[in-house]
């Protein structure tokens, strides 16, 4: 039979979907590249906003629309936090929440031979707070130069706006022996960099006191050329991590660090765990180690109670800071969070224009950081040739970096060159190789 995979959300969600097509390739499926095309679709869901739950539901009426023998198999964050309205949604055939998803060939096995009428919500096991990592199998991403390797699940900080804790469960870590097995096959598979990636990064070990240089120095040993992290928490980004990493071959010093708002009344009715000055002073510390690292955010506008002169602060701070790039997104409120039942709801228009104008600084300090890396030598890995007349690869802060095609007709995918950067846009790089990269290619 035939399976169509989407997925909606973080790259947590990327990452176990191919661990998800990999089962059911080990088990006899194959792969669609459509809906149309396929006998069975399975959505990985995220449940981070409202708004990605009206995009899920609406993909999931067109799918069924154009292709009404279509088995829906639902899973993920949505299912699994809201299990009573996932199983009204009527396109979906059968649902699988995150902690049985290593389930799917069985589940599918078992609809198949016993279809039901309606979902089956039952079958949703709820999280405990023992529970161990569950593992997925993922040797390749078979379409990615670079691959996203999850170590780390599930979320203890409960901030008031967020679901994710009880979509997830409480933190829980790869153990290092699976965590270099994984990392050891894709390097044989041919990736030359592992992108680490958790719901909650930062706090990868904490359950045996182990940390996250653990897991960086255990996948540089199994051999991996470049090392990148996903999105982290600030408050974990300690002295000893940053040195240890700074010393680490291979590490791309691109830092995410998640900073939700830069006023710290707000911060505190987040219930995040730093105020703005002492993550201000983690920026210090990170660029006092990584000079040439690009640290990048997501900011909320818009939550509960948030004054205009609170959101001015937030703006004069993300200036301060000077990030290469930033998410923004207006506040959405959770069913089942603290900030959901606050009486101090925003208007919608007024999270807009915040919005807007987060953004625009945003984009300002975007070009002001592309345009700083003007004149530096990078070493870049190609991923693709996009039909625009360009090579794309990325540099290790996390820059997009695009050399001419005309000069390098061959595909430079999976290749390491330098690139010496010798102009910027609103939205990456451009450069040449250097004469060093047409002796030495790597």
């Known amino acids: 039979m035939r399976c169509y995979f989407y997925t909606f959300g973080c790259k947590v969600n990327t990452c176990e979907t191919a661990g998800l097509q990999q089962l059911l390739v080990d088990s006899g499926y194959t792969i669609a590249d459509s809906p149309e095309e396929a006998d069975i679709a399975v959505i990985n869901s995220c449940t981070v906003t409202s708004s990605g739950d009206h995009r899920m539901l609406s993909l999931l009426r067109q799918m069924k629309k154009k292709n009404p023998e279509l088995i829906i198999v639902l899973t993920g964050c949505y299912v699994q936090a809201f299990p009573e309205k996932a199983g009204q949604i009527k396109e979906a055939d059968l649902l699988i929440g995150n902690k049985d998803k290593a389930q799917l060939p069985e589940r599918i096995r078992q609809f198949l031979e016993k279809p039901s009428s309606a979902c089956n919500t039952q079958g949703i096991s709820p999280y405990k707070k023992d529970d161990p990592f569950e593992l997925l199998p993922c040797e390749t991403f078979a379409h990615n130069t670079r691959a996203f390797l999850k170590i780390q699940d599930g979320c203890n900080s409960f901030c008031s706006y967020c679901i994710i804790p009880y979509a997830r469960g409480r933190c829980r870590s790869m153990p290092l022996s699976a965590l270099r097995k994984q990392a050891e096959l894709l390097v044989r598979a041919g990736h030359r960099e592992i992108v680490l990636s958790g719901i909650n990064l930062a706090f990868y070990g904490a359950e045996w006191g182990g940390t996250l240089l653990d897991a960086a120095e255990c996948v540089s040993s199994a051999g991996a050329e470049r090392i990148r992290l996903g999105s982290l928490e600030p408050e974990r980004m300690t002295e000893s991590l940053l040195e240890g990493l700074a010393g680490l071959p291979g590490f791309c010093p691109q830092f995410h660090l998640s900073l939700q708002s830069g006023c710290s009344r707000t911060l505190r009715a987040m219930n995040r ?110 991923e693709r040739e996009k039909g625009d007349g360009f090579h794309t690869g990325h540099a290790p802060d996390g820059s997009v970096i695009k050399i001419p095609q005309k000069n390098r007709k061959k595909s430079l995918r999976k290749s390491v060159f330098c690139v010496r950067i010798e102009e910027s846009d609103d939205a990456c790089c451009f450069g040449q190789l250097t004469e060093d990269s047409f002796a030495n290619p790597t």
């Open 273 to 382: 765990k730093y105020t703005a000055e002492e993550y201000a002073d983690i920026c210090r510390r990170v660029r006092q180690h990584f000079p040439d690292c690009a640290i990048t955010t997501d900011i909320m506008v818009g939550f509960p109670g948030e004054t205009e002169e609170d959101f001015e602060q937030s703006l004069r701070f993300a200036e301060k800071i000077r990030f290469a790039k930033m998410h923004v997104f207006r506040y959405s409120p959770r069913p089942g969070t603290p900030a959901a039942g606050s009486p101090e709801q925003i208007p919608e228009n007024i999270k807009t224009e915040r919005m807007k104008r987060m953004q625009a600084l945003g984009a300002a300090m975007q070009r002001a950081h592309l345009k700083s890396c003007v004149g530096r030598e990078v070493l870049v890995l190609f």
